[in-house]
């Protein structure tokens, strides 16, 4: 279906961004089917929530809506746009270093959870709260000496078992938790705690179980009641392998064996790229090929100012070259066949490079269009999209049935 969108589209619309609507929907209802492994009766004891600011494309937020518990924002501004597109689903505010105005904005219109990330946000929410006379339901954002399975080392991005900006070391939270005992209009109802992205089902599932047990210790020596505890997203996407996908079978069995103790807490799950990662593409085509010193490179329309993830994380964006026929020029159509190529974008910097030493198999032509995998999360929206000026991409959102929510125009 995006395969045959992203041959159907005209020239002057590429380079464009194609979402499968419906296969994200349908993967959206798998995980949470998968993440409420072994609920019983009425009230769930594991919640799904989306980290919207792996792509709050409105089109994402809507399609993922009936599927989960809530969003998580992390900045004021995520919090109007999310509930612009997506009204009436609970939200979870998190974030560091938030001004007054998101903590005026986060108390005076209620949001469902409000994730605290130090002693003194606590006591500026408290005064909010306190000013608004409304009572704010918080949990507490820890760094707890909790191992991350293989070391914060192994995993692509550790924000917490090591020194870190985010969340608070156990006296710090122990100080919350004696502030939010003097101020009724705070209710802390448990913790929070994000440490990694890019751990595997079994990895995620024993840090559930270590995550628990050091929780229900912290709650029971600062005699709380601990009713949720948010044991972040992360759940790792590989770039490198797309067919390899997170285990959300296992993760939910886990998840349910560690929400089945007694007395276990409301868990909460927060993933953003495991979700949305793989419904997205970015297409374009290739303007020339050129030979250097032994390599090809394939300069395709557009680059990682549309598309930073590469950059960013230093790998090559999985892509399926689709061929075009026909070549109005008198002279040979540039183009190599079964060679490595590496697809580079317009940008005048060594950096603006999708995919390096690629594989391809068949022909790499001019004018062939190419279609990057994978660009679902952390792509158009983390992408320096100025740099140049040259034209942003369009957006499309085809679904089976038709009802084709197609961007007007190039959204800047
Ligand atoms: C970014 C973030 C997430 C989502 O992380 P993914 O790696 O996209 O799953 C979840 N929670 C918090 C607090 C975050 O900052």
Request: proline letters at 9%; a neutral charge; hydrophobic letters at 40%.
């Amino acid at each position: 279906m995006v395969r045959a969108h992203a041959h159907a589209l005209p020239d002057t619309q590429l380079p464009a961004y194609v979402h499968d609507i419906d296969g994200l929907a349908r993967h959206a209802a798998d995980v949470s089917t998968a993440s409420a492994e072994g609920a019983s009766g009425a009230a769930p004891r594991v919640e799904l929530y989306y980290a919207a600011k792996a792509n709050p494309a409105p089109e994402i937020l809507r399609a993922l809506a009936p599927h989960v518990h809530g969003i998580e924002v992390a900045s004021g501004g995520e919090l109007a746009h999310v509930r612009g597109a997506a009204p009436g689903v609970p939200i979870a505010f998190g974030g560091p270093g938030k001004t007054d105005g998101e903590l005026d904005a986060v108390v005076a219109t209620g949001v469902h959870r409000l994730h605290v990330e130090s002693e003194h946000e606590l006591r500026r929410a408290a005064a909010f709260a306190r000013a608004h006379g409304r009572a704010v339901d918080v949990l507490l954002r820890a760094n707890p000496p909790v191992d991350v399975p293989g070391g914060p080392a192994a995993v692509p991005l550790a924000m917490g078992g090591r020194p870190s900006p985010f969340g608070m070391d156990p006296d710090a939270l122990d100080r919350c938790a004696r502030v939010a005992a003097d101020e009724p209009r705070l209710r802390l109802l448990g913790i929070h705690a994000h440490l990694a992205s890019g751990l595997d089902a079994a990895a995620l599932g024993l840090l559930a179980e270590h995550l628990l047990d050091w929780a229900v210790g912290w709650a029971a020596r600062n005699r709380l009641d601990l009713r949720e505890l948010n044991v972040g997203g992360g759940m790792a996407v590989d770039y490198h392998r797309p067919e390899h996908r997170f285990d959300w079978r296992a993760y939910g069995k886990a998840l349910a064996a560690t929400a089945a103790r007694p007395n276990a807490p409301v868990l909460r799950i927060e993933p953003g790229r495991a979700l949305t990662a793989y419904h997205g593409w970015y297409v374009t085509d290739i303007l020339d090929v050129k030979h250097s010193r032994g390599e090809t490179f394939a300069v395709v329309r557009g680059g990682t100012h549309h598309l930073r993830t590469p950059a960013a994380r230093g790998h090559s964006q999985p892509l399926a070259v689709l061929p075009r026929d026909g070549w109005p020029h008198p002279w040979p159509r540039p183009g190599v066949r079964d060679e490595p190529v590496t697809f580079v974008g317009q940008l005048c910097t060594p950096k603006d490079v999708l995919a390096a030493h690629v594989p391809v198999p068949g022909e790499v032509r001019v004018g062939d269009r190419v279609a990057f995998a994978m660009a679902g999360a952390y792509a158009w929206n983390i992408s320096h999209r100025d740099f140049l000026m040259h034209p942003p991409p369009t957006f499309h959102y085809p679904t089976a049935d038709g009802t084709h929510l197609e961007q007007a125009g190039r959204r800047t």
